[in-house]
Each structure stands twice: as C-alpha cells, then as structure tokens.
C-alpha cells in the first residue's frame, strides 16, 4: 500500500513525498526519468509494507521500466510462479515487482489477470501507463495540459487547483467516474488506463474492465449459498494475507458479520455512538456475535469533542465531500486499530451495492410489487402517469435536493438504466457503478490518512461476476434485499442471534447535526458546505502551511 505520484515536475509539488507520507510511512522515493523526446518525468512513490516488512526499491525499477505501485494484488503469487515459468526471476517477494514484469510480459493485458485493488504507473518504452482496478477501489487522479501530464494518489500533490463544480455531482454531493470539484484535474476512472507519450503530449483513454451484463442463470438456492460461501471464504482467506495483523471493522449487520463468521479474526472493531444507544445500537449485536465466535469485541465510542479536535484531520484526508456522516466514525476506527498496531482490516463495502441490500432499494421494489398489478389494469395509463417509471422513482429517491433536483438526475441515470434489465439489477448497477464510488473513497482516505489499508472481500471481481447470474428471487425476497447473504449466514451461524432478528439495519451514521446544529435529523447539506470548506482550506495549507 502506497502514495504515488509523478509526471511534468511543474505540475507536482515539491513536497508531495511528504504530502503522502501517511499513505506510506515506511519508504518513500522518487526517480527522473528523461525521454528520447519531450520533457522529463517524474516518478516517486511513498510505501507502507504489508507484503514483505523489508526494504525494497521504491518506486522500483528493472528491465529499462519503473512503476510506482499503490494497493495489493492479493493473486500475486500464483502469477509470479507463471512467470518464473516463463523465464523471469525475481528479486523481491513482492507484488509490486510481480506487477512491473507481468506489465513487461503481458503489457496492459496483465490487468486483466490481476484480483486486486490497486493504482499503478508505469514508464515503459517512452511512454506512461496509468491504470486503475476494476471497481475503483484506489484512488488516482491525473492533470494533462500544455504543460504536460501530472498524477497522484490524492488531489494535495497538485499545484494551482481551481474550484469548478460539477452539477451532477453537486446533485448527487459526491464525486465519481472522471469527475473531481477541480478544474483540469480528472479521475482515471474504475476499470481505465490511460497512455501519455511524452513525444507528442498525448493522452490515450483504454476502457479495459465494464460492470458485467446481467443474466438470471443460477436460480437453485441452496448451491447457490454453497457458491457464495466458497467465493466468499477464498476472498477472505487471500485478504488476510499479509506481514502484518489483520482486523475487522464489525457492525451488527450481515455484511461484515459473514465475513467474520469466515476469517475469525481474533479482533474486532465497532463505533458506538452514545447519542444513538437507544435508536442505533449496533454494541450489543456484536458483543452477543463475539460471545458466539469467540473474539474480542473492541467499542470505538467518538465524542463530540473528538469531532472538534479531528476536524480539520478529517477534511485534510478525505479532500472532498462524499455526501456522509461516516467519514468521522470510520476515521476514528482506523485511528484506534492502528494505535492498537493493526496495519489492515477487512470491511463489508459491496454486498449492499451487489445483493439489493439498501432500504432505499427494498423500498422501491416493494412499491414495485405492489404497483405492478395496477400498471396491468383498466386505469394502467392513468398510474403510469401518477408512480412514474422505475427510473423516475429511483430518481425520486436518490435526489439529495428534493424534487428540484430529479430532472437532473433523470437526464443521467435514464440513459444508464434499460429495460431488458428487471428492477433489481437496474439498482444493482446503479448502486455498484455510481453510488459505490464515494464509499471506496472514504475507506481509502480515512484508513489511510492512518496508514491502515482497508481490503473489501465482497468486491473480489469473481463476487461481483457471481452477483450478476442470480436469480431476482435470490437477491430480493419477502421484502428484503441481501436474501442469499442471510441464508448464507444462517447456514454459519444459525438462527438465534439478533444479527438474524433484526429488521432494521442503519448505516454508520454520526451525530454531527446533533452536535452542530441542534437537530436530530440526517440531512447532510450544512454539513457537506462546511466540510466543503475545510477542505479547500486543508488543501491550501498542504501548500502554503501556516507558521
């Protein structure tokens, strides 16, 4: 796991080793490289090591190439020893290295053999790779003008940003794909790389990964939990290794209970709020889940005067507002399981976005039940025009600006949305494309902005291929989303726990409203404006720190 950054020298701070060293505190680097034609490069890196605890080159280099690395790729072993049988030998036991010659081997075709999440540049045979994993899970962000090319894990490594909004993202209040609230700086986007040659200043985009398309073949259930439990177990059991302890961040909810009903990690982590114990109270779901399995159940419980004091942390690292309360519970469980010397946890990101769990998608499915029978009687034009379309209610309901803000919506998510899919794999797409992207962000940022790496088993590639073959009924059923999941979990772990009883499961919210505002309820525009602020504020500072 590593911060990255490089290309024209102009464009790039000159501290930007030190702007990234919570990204990798362990080593950092850079290398100059000079091109037969154009301007030269820069490449450095910043490294935390979880794979091999030793020294290694950083950015690394070999064969005529560099790569400045940042992530894991959790199959690096198996594609190293095919490798080794192709002739290659290796000098590190690391996948930073297996990457660099599986680029050299396969060239950006190696991508596709990766089962990871990562953000890597590459400068090769005169010219710069950037590439991103499938889902988006690391972050990487470019700048390409008359000046050249610049790149780096996060937007402080950048010279003269310039605020510029973006409409659908202010909609939405968070940022995916390609955009970002600056001008001229850009998002390699989940699934892309890029091509820049110094020679003639061009920059070449290669879709190399897409969401998979749709199809309802696996409708037997009970292989069906067979099939999940043994993608799930492989996926856990290759995030847990690594040169360093592992954790868990552990709700009382199914997602991260199933992964733990698998790893067993001895430890986990929880955030309790003591504003919300008698309305969301997730400690005594977990402790009862503890007492079951068998392991140390550790209660994060945040203050409004940790708010205060971790404020300006908080905007520092996350840079940008991700329309969330959680950004401040999720900081503080990577700050306290790195104090306690974790260097990576497991989470749950994924199994909502790829099995319907969301109650704002439950919700539109049950509607969808509901009216489905009208919209086929005598009055079916007259509902049609009272209900809407599934996407003008998805619409409805994502729209953080009331009705106001729906047309805009629309106008977006309706060329995304397409009727030879059902209702549930619409939302499954939207959800796992768009609406996942700011969650990704904040696991990336407030982890590191602790330098803990936080891996996401549900999100193994092979997971989501597997989401995309089931069965309405095995992903929507009773009213509730995440039907496989929870069988799959009852088979683990029975039925008697409150995990199974429980109906209503909350997200990780934190009462800042309440303790800013005086108001008890969610909405998040205040607080995205003044978190907003900060942020631009934090990232002047990187710049120009205060004496």
């Not at 796991?1 to 020298?9: A, L």
């Not at 192709?86 to 081997?105: C, H, N, Q, S």
């Not at 043994?230 to 009382?252: E, H, M, N, W, Y």
């Not at 029978?373 to 599934?390: A, E, I, N, V």
Request: glycine letters at 8%; proline letters at 5%.
């Amino acid at each position: 796991m590593c911060g990255i950054y490089g290309g024209t020298p102009e464009l790039i701070s000159k501290d930007a080793a030190r702007l990234l060293h919570h990204r990798g505190p362990d080593q950092q680097g850079e290398i100059l490289v000079h091109a037969r034609t154009g301007a030269p490069l820069l490449i450095g890196a910043t490294r935390l090591s979880i794979v091999s605890k030793k020294d290694v080159p950083t950015p690394m280099e070999r064969d005529g190439a560099i790569i400045a690395f940042n992530g894991q790729i959790y199959n690096w072993a198996p594609l190293r020893r095919e490798l080794e049988a192709k002739g290659w030998r290796f000098e590190t036991p690391t996948d930073i290295e297996m990457a660099l010659v599986a680029y050299l081997e396969w060239g950006p075709q190696c991508l596709e053999r990766f089962n990871g999440m990562f953000a890597l540049a590459i400068w090769h045979d005169e010219r710069l790779f950037l590439a991103r994993d499938r889902l988006g899970k690391k972050p990487l962000f470019y700048t390409h003008g008359p000046n050249g090319i610049g790149f780096g894990s996060e937007l402080k490594v950048f010279r003269d940003l310039e605020l510029e909004e973006v409409p659908i993202c202010q909609a939405l209040e968070f940022y995916f794909d390609q955009h970002t609230p600056f001008r001229a700086v850009k998002s390699v986007r989940p699934g892309e790389y890029l091509l820049y040659t110094p020679a003639d200043d061009r920059v070449q985009h290669h879709t190399w990964w897409r969401f998979p398309e749709f199809e309802q073949t696996i409708d037997d259930e009970e292989w069906a939990v067979g099939q999940l439990l043994d993608l799930l177990q492989d996926s856990c059991a290759l995030r847990k290794i690594a040169d360093v302890p592992v954790t868990i961040f552990l709700s009382g909810g199914i997602d991260s209970s199933l992964v733990q009903a698998l790893v067993k990690c001895d430890v986990s982590y929880t955030v309790q709020f003591s504003e919300f114990e008698r309305t969301i109270n997730e400690r005594d779901y977990v402790v009862e889940f503890a007492q079951h399995l068998g392991f140390e159940p550790r209660i994060v419980t945040p203050t409004r005067e940790q708010f205060l004091d971790t404020f300006s942390s908080l905007a520092r690292h996350i840079e940008f507002p991700v329309g969330s309360f959680s950004v401040f519970p999720l900081f503080c469980l990577s700050r306290q399981a790195r104090r306690d010397g974790f260097v990576v946890a497991l989470s749950g990101e994924g199994a909502d976005e790829l099995f319907t769990g969301y109650y704002r998608n439950e919700l539109l499915l049950r509607e969808a039940e509901t009216i489905e029978q009208d919209f086929r009687g005598p009055y079916g034009t007259l509902c049609r025009r009272y209900f809407g379309s599934d996407v003008e209610r998805f619409c409805r309901m994502a729209s953080r600006q009331g009705l106001a803000g729906v047309p805009l919506l629309h106008a977006f998510f309706a060329p995304l949305w397409s009727d030879q899919r059902t209702a549930a794999q619409n939302l499954s797409l939207l959800e796992s494309t768009v609406f996942l992207q700011p969650l990704l962000v904040m696991a990336d940022r407030l982890a590191m902005g602790n330098s803990l790496e936080v891996r996401n088993p549900y999100l193994d590639y092979r997971i989501v291929e597997f989401s995309t073959k089931l069965a309405d009924g095995l992903r929507y059923r009773n009213g509730q989303g995440k039907y496989l999941l929870r069988q799959a979990l009852r088979r683990l772990i029975g039925d008697d726990l409150g995990i199974m009883r429980r109906r209503i499961k909350h997200g990780l919210p934190a009462p800042v409203n309440q303790w800013l505002f005086k108001s008890s309820a969610f909405d998040r525009k205040d607080w995205n404006h003044i978190l907003l602020g900060e942020c631009l504020k934090q990232l002047a500072e990187a710049h120009d720190p205060p004496r």
